[in-house]
């Protein structure tokens, strides 16, 4: 009797203990469900929490768990886990339904991670989208039935929802994603581009966007009025502008701070920088575009579409739109300078301005540094005779950078500049310039054209604030009827100057025959010049020696001179004295006889014979005339 007992007990506790027991794997949550209960659920609410038939609030967690299988049946489902590079998309399928308008449920720090349904029920979880996501690596229990989980392979747990149950199989295209929806989206260098890129948000909850705003910034721009209203410059302005509010709301990750900060619906002023972000799909969407980025040589002039209302700051003399301050909307008067920009594209554009000497060429080839002469031609004119001909040109410009917004504003763009503005201008003048005078006066006058045209196209780009470097005649390309008569033109005048050279040549060589005809005779031409020199030498040596004998004979004439003058006068006074003595027959005898005795002329004979009749007068004669004849 003992052993039927011991067996029926045996049988009974095998029949009713060893189904009742589970082994629930270690990354494995068991589900229970009960089979009957004096209590039912609520129609909205799929699970148990106070003993109802039904699925049971509380999950088996790994180990050996009791459940008796009369009353209890349980299931094996795997913990959620969200591979590394994906994340998880968590949906509640149980709490209180979502207000009117609302797209996602509220959270609450209480929820922790999903992971206490209590907790999650008690403080006031919400059915629907909940705004975190689970990040790359979690590994987590939730309850299946409580809360699907979309990844980019599969999704976790059991639809409530009749469409959802009937669906073969869930994945995430049956919620509207996609697998890369399911992704940590990275903000990185694009290698296919070689860009620079940001992350442009727009998010789908929020309240609206404030009348005549088309983004959304937390605090709108009550910071921007302040810093004006505390006498900010421009540049201050700018860096508040581009540092981004993302540290409030961890970059659009925590969506509840987003929300409780203010953040609205719609496209965000503030982008994602560099880096890898936790995002939901259901609530965020980013779009990567380049970075901004102005090169040396360039500026950035910024057309704002947000901000405060335009506030003009150009003043009264300029006429051509309005400039504002950074932080309004409009035409900002500060570009931005040589670096690289978070600038969100749908809120900014930017318009980037050569600020180095900008070369155009109206010719068939293009600048590689710019291309912006890519639609300019070369210049097609028409002389005064008629003849049509092409001409290549090349403009320099520049424009400076404090004077680029008011370029912009001015023309549009650059592109709008060079296509509407210069090219017409240039064009324009040129062919009415030429037109004005015949085909050889251009070719013959180029130089006054060009400096002209010069002058014509920098009083006209002066009015756009753009400065004028230079304007260059490259090439003109004539019709081959000029080319003809000029081609003869020119060879005419070749001939001329031909005739000219070999007129000079025939000239030369007289010259070198010359030249070597007095070469030849070098040696005797040497001799000559010497003989020259010599003679030359002697007539010199003469004229001196007469020059010398002149003076001689004219200084020995004037003391002579002196000598007979005194001598005379010394006679003079002798013969006055002997008139005195003698009386004047005896001295004049007397005289005639000194002379004669001097000058040694024999008068009378040597010998003399005299008669004894004479007086003493003939004695006396007598005896001079021997006195004189005995001194010869």
């Not at 302040?226 to 409030?248: P, Q, T």
């Not at 609530?283 to 090169?295: D, Q, S």
């Not at 749908?346 to 068939?364: F, G």
């Not at 060879?491 to 000219?500: G, L, M, N, P, V």
């Amino acid at each position: 009797m003992l052993l039927p007992t011991l067996l029926f007990i045996f049988i009974l506790a095998a029949v009713l203990v060893l189904p009742s027991l589970h082994r629930i794997g270690p990354t494995e949550v068991g589900l229970v469900m009960r089979r009957f209960s004096s209590r039912r659920l609520t129609d909205d609410n799929p699970i148990a929490f106070a003993g109802e038939a039904g699925y049971q609030a509380e999950l088996l967690m790994p180990g050996i768990r009791f459940k008796l299988w009369i009353l209890y049946g349980v299931e094996k489902y795997p913990w959620v886990q969200i591979p590394a590079g994906q994340i998880g998309v968590v949906i509640a399928q149980i709490g209180e339904p979502l207000p009117n308008g609302a797209k996602s449920a509220m959270y609450r720090t209480e929820f922790e991670q999903f992971t206490d349904l209590g907790a999650f029920v008690k403080f006031g979880g919400q059915k629907g989208v909940q705004r975190p996501v689970l990040p790359p690596g979690t590994t987590l229990p939730l309850h299946p039935v409580a809360f699907l989980v979309i990844t980019r392979e599969r999704v976790f747990g059991i639809p409530v929802s009749e469409e959802l149950a009937r669906q073969p199989k869930l994945v995430p295209e049956t919620f509207g994603l996609t697998p890369a929806d399911l992704e940590v989206v990275r903000i990185e260098h694009d290698p296919a581009s070689r860009a620079d890129t940001i992350g442009i948000v727009t998010t789908f909850e929020g309240e609206p966007l404030a009348s005549g705003d088309i983004a959304g910034r937390i605090g709108q721009y009550g910071d921007i009025a302040e810093l004006e209203h505390n006498g900010a410059v421009d540049a201050d302005l700018i860096e508040r502008l581009l540092a981004s509010k993302n540290s409030l709301h961890n970059s659009y990750q925590d969506f509840q701070s987003f929300l409780n900060q203010g953040g609205r619906i719609g496209l965000q002023h503030d982008p994602l920088l560099y880096g890898a972000y936790n995002l939901n799909p259901f609530l965020v969407r980013v779009e990567k575009v380049p970075m901004l980025v102005v090169e040396q040589g360039q500026v950035a002039v910024i057309k704002s579409y947000v901000g405060l209302p335009t506030a003009d700051m150009s003043g009264s003399e300029f006429k051509f739109g309005m400039l504002v301050r950074p932080g309004h909307r409009g035409i900002w008067q500060e570009p931005l300078r040589t670096g690289k920009y978070p600038i969100n594209p749908y809120c900014y554009k930017a318009e980037v301005v050569p600020t180095a000497i900008l070369t155009l060429n109206w010719a068939e080839r293009v600048s590689t540094a710019h291309k912006l002469d890519s639609k300019l031609e070369s210049i097609v004119a028409k002389s005064s005779e008629g003849f049509v001909f092409k001409m290549d040109l090349q403009v320099q410009i520049h424009v400076p950078d404090l004077r680029a917004p008011r370029v912009i504003s001015t023309v549009g763009t650059i592109n709008n500049l060079i296509d509407e503005v210069l090219q017409a201008a240039v064009g324009n003048h040129f062919r009415d310039t030429l037109q004005s005078m015949p085909a050889v006066r251009f070719i013959e006058t180029r130089q006054q054209v060009q400096r002209a045209a010069f002058d014509r196209i920098r009083e006209l780009l002066e009015a756009y604030w753009v400065e004028t470097r230079g304007v260059y005649i490259q090439d003109v390309i004539l019709p081959q009827d000029l080319v003809n008569v000029l081609t003869q033109r020119e060879i005419a005048k070749q001939e001329i100057a031909t005739f000219e050279q070999q007129k000079q040549a025939q000239q030369q060589r007289i010259e070198t025959e010359q030249a070597r005809g007095t070469a030849d005779m070098q040696a005797e031409l040497a001799k000559s010049k010497v003989g020259v020199t010599i003679r030359t030498n002697n007539a010199n040596a003469r004229k001196a020696e007469a020059e010398g004998e002149s003076f001689y004979i004219e200084q020995t004439g004037k003391a002579k001179g002196a000598e007979v003058r005194a001598v005379g006068l010394a006679k003079a006074e002798a013969y006055d004295a002997q008139v005195k003595a003698f009386g004047a027959n005896a001295t004049a005898v007397v005289n005639a006889i000194d002379a004669l005795a001097k000058s040694g002329m024999p008068i009378v004979p040597n010998i003399l014979v005299a008669g004894s009749g004479g007086g003493a007068l003939e004695g006396l004669a007598a005896t001079l005339m021997q006195s004189i004849s005995g001194k010869k």
